[in-house]
């Protein structure tokens, strides 16, 4: 491939501008929420992934018993940011072994 001057190569490569703003927005503060009730940044890599799973689950029926805009009881943050940072945390504990599914099915 002929190199041209001023181009960028990222042909292929992810294109974090296709997040919603909106989403990040989000679980930084559900995440400034959870340092200061737990005072470290990176505990949750230490919760077992059922625990995720059942906080992302109570969130969404929390959601689904009252409307899309409903507030957590201890936060008074959206739900549905909590869903989201549940959904984000299960997907940085389960990355390794959802890249291995995705091999397998290529």
């Given amino acids: ?4 001057k001023g181009a960028k190569y990222d042909e292929g ?12 927005e989000a679980i930084m503060q ?8 737990y005072a470290d940044a990176e505990d949750w890599r230490k919760v077992p ?3 995720w799973l059942d906080a992302l689950l109570r969130h969404v029926l929390h959601i689904w018993n009252n409307n899309p805009l409903a507030l957590d009881d201890e936060s008074g943050l959206p739900a549905l940011w909590h ?7 299960l997907c940085a504990a ?3 072994e959802l890249q291995s599914c995705q ?3 290529l």
């Fill in 103 to 105: 091999k397998e099915q």
């Fill in 1 to 4: 491939m002929e190199q041209i």
């Fill in 83 to 89: 869903v989201i940072t549940n959904a984000a945390f």
């Fill in 13 to 24: 490569k992810p294109r974090p501008s296709l997040v919603p703003v909106e989403a990040i």
């Fill in 30 to 37: 559900v995440r400034e929420f959870g340092k200061a009730k």
């Fill in 94 to 96: 389960y990355k390794d």
């Fill in 49 to 51: 992934r059922e625990k």
